[in-house]
């Protein structure tokens, strides 16, 4: 018998529930398991340096991904994501602040909140497509902008909002390790939420009105029920990655959500991988790791260099910041397909070792 | 070839992992290359220069302060990763940090691992160590300075003794102008407060945003609203824009500027459209001649050799704000325990009407209390005269403000 490991060459699948198995070998799904068992053992060797980049990941890539479902599956553009992860974040708080509702709870309620905006603010996908969908949803970015600065009564206006920590069982995890353990929970969920979305109806549709929107409505799907839904699940996914990054650093300022982190969250999806779950996340790990890995050879070459002298601060800081987007433009130029693509071609190519062709 | 530069790049992580054991280890966060890296570059060299002076006079009681300025961006999620990355390899003693944003979003961070925060950020409610009137404690967080709201209560009592040198009749009118934005806010209630309490009529608030541009329309409201005083609470760029629209508009307002308002290199920008302007300064200009300047050009010369450049006053802030953590440093080694955050903490309590040794006339005589972070409440107003390409700044008035309990944190 065949070892299972080993996919048969050919296409041998029988059902259409084989054709849409999240995984598409056991091993594969192995693998998968097995890294989430190696994250949770992580914190006992990691440091809190490692945990909080990994924390960093986890709730970007929550957010990213709704983005990717958005932009990457359903083939709309948002250019204000970093709009509803800000509220997410200011309403987890509000709701544990204001009616003292457990913070385990107020983050998917806050999620829930999120989602209602979401479809608001969705209403014009319906009708508008391409560049015009850009504008209007650029201009949610700044009316949620400037609500967090106002609204007093929800976001703490200027002075901004307290966050408290985690507390589970009376138990506060408001260190790195506790946290790092609640955004693993959460990554898992969604990142299983959304892959399974993708062998739904709902999520064929999504697709459907991507690849081809008028053969969509004639196969009886209705564009702007489909195009809506995908703003309100995709800021569910925003509004849950804000609300971890909220309760994260305990304190969350109307300063941080401008319209460069919605940029850099369709970074991460664009480099990743459009319409991919699994790119969607390393995307993210790119951009997240891109400028602390920069920061690291800045330090080595300050220090090969030595001293602090200013000019050579001032000139590596210039460097670093160039390399970014440097980084950031080689990627789509030999890359377009994103960081999944190459992967994919890396793992065929060691499937057929040495006999590739 | 490969493998060298592999071992030689794993000799030098290798290297930089270890510190020397004796020295004291500081962060320092400023912003190079973002949003406010126009006041942020001065501010940082100034604490950079002293601190390589102090180490290279001997450090703190013989041991180094071994510190890094790292570059992020004006960028919250940079800074807390900055934050973990140091914390996670040594134990800090202090941080000297930079802006509104990395300062709110690390308070409760650094309080609860001890580790003393000078900031350049000096919203009023950091100066509130206990959590009596803001809803959030700042134990670890510490400014050298007059506090946002602090500054603007200065301007407005020089706005009244000004309205009644000037002789005008009735009430004058007060405006806040800034951006919607958690720094240019910080002061708009409190201050506002204040100017009716001292009979000036508020207006509206007037927006302009943050990032310099076209403001004619907000400089025609401003002439509409027919106000006497207008607050200008947003940084310096943005600043000039404004002042450059409102001369072409014809204003008759007199602007006063908050402590990143304006600066030496503004006003050669905005040349005669800033002639007249009032704004806060914390520490003695480049051309002072007072006894701490010596030391401060020495200091200077480290990053300027040749002693020509000339520094805006946001560098001497600087100087001051690593000499009270060094001089807080030097009290802690007395301490059992030594340089840990907690006695730095504990020696900013220690003196009062301090000023750094060597710095005198530089720095504002500041004391900090264990429930009031309020280190200084004296606020210098200074004007200037433009006219050409002759650029005159002239101290013109100096509150001296009362520690009132309930503005504490407000």
Known sequence: ?357 | MRKLLLASAAVTLVCTGTAQAADIVIGHLADLTGATASVSKPFAGGVADALNYINAKGGVKGDKIAFETVDYSYQVPRAMAQYKKWTSESKLAAIQGWGTGDTEALVSSVAKDEIPYFSASYSGHLTDPQGKTSAKAAPYNFFYGPSYTDGCRGLVEWAAADWKKKGGKGQAKFVHMGDNHPYPNAPKDACGAYAKEKGFEILNPIQYSLKPGDFKAQCLSLKESGADYAYLANTSGSTISLLKSCETVGTKAQFMGNIWGMDEAGLKASGEAANGMTWVVAATTWADTTPGMTLVREISKLSDPSGKEERPSHYMRGICSAFYMKEAMDIATTMPGGVTGANIKAAMYKKSNWVPAGLEGVCLPSTWKADDHRGTTQVMVYQAAIKGEDVKMTKVYAAELPRRPEWLGW
Request: proline share 3%; net charge neutral; with cysteine.
């Open chain 1, 1 to 357: 018998m065949i070892s299972s490991s080993l996919i048969p060459c050919g296409q041998f699948k029988t059902s259409y529930a084989k054709d849409t198995t999240i995984f598409d070998t056991p091993v594969m799904r192995a693998w998968a398991v097995a890294s989430v068992l190696f994250l949770i053992a992580a914190p006992s060797f990691l440091n809190n340096y490692h945990l909080s980049i990994l924390i960093q990941i986890g709730f970007m890539g929550i957010a990213a991904l709704g983005l990717n479902i958005l932009v990457g599956y359903t083939g709309q553009i948002s250019l204000g994501h970093a709009g509803f992860f800000g509220f997410g974040a200011f309403a987890s708080a509000w709701l544990n602040n204001s009616f003292g509702v457990p913070v385990v709870l107020a983050m998917p309620l806050a999620a829930v909140m999120t989602t209602v905006l979401g479809l608001l603010f969705g209403i014009p996908a319906g009708r508008l497509k391409g560049l015009y969908l850009a504008i209007a949803t650029f201009a949610s970015q700044f009316i949620l902008e400037d609500f967090f600065a106002r609204a007093d009564w929800f976001s703490g206006g200027s002075s901004g909002a307290a966050a408290a920590p985690v507390n589970l069982f009376g138990y506060e995890l408001s260190g790195d390790t506790g946290f790092f353990y609640v955004v693993l929970f959460w990554v898992v969920v969604m990142f299983l939420i959304g892959s399974n979305l993708l062998r739904t109806r709902d999520g064929r549709a999504f697709i459907a009105v991507r690849d081809h929107y008028l053969s969509a409505e004639v196969m009886g799907i209705n564009l702007t029920k489909y195009r809506i839904l995908s703003f309100g699940l995709s800021s569910f996914y925003a509004g849950l990655g804000g609300a971890l990054y909220g309760h994260y650093l305990g304190f969350v300022s109307a300063e941080g959500f401008t319209i460069l982190m919605s940029i850099e969250f369709l970074g991460m999806i664009i480099i990743g991988g459009l319409g991919s779950v699994a790119g969607t996340l390393m995307g993210t790990t790119f951009m997240v790791l891109l400028p602390e890995v920069m920061e690291g050879g800045v330090s080595i070459a300050k220090s090969l260099i030595g001293g602090d002298v200013s000019w050579l601060n001032e000139g590596l800081a210039y460097i670093k910041q160039a390399s970014i987007g440097l980084a950031i433009i080689l990627f789509l130029i030999f890359e377009p397909d994103g960081l999944i693509h190459r992967w994919r071609l890396g793992r065929s190519y060691w499937k057929l070792y040495p006999f590739s062709y």
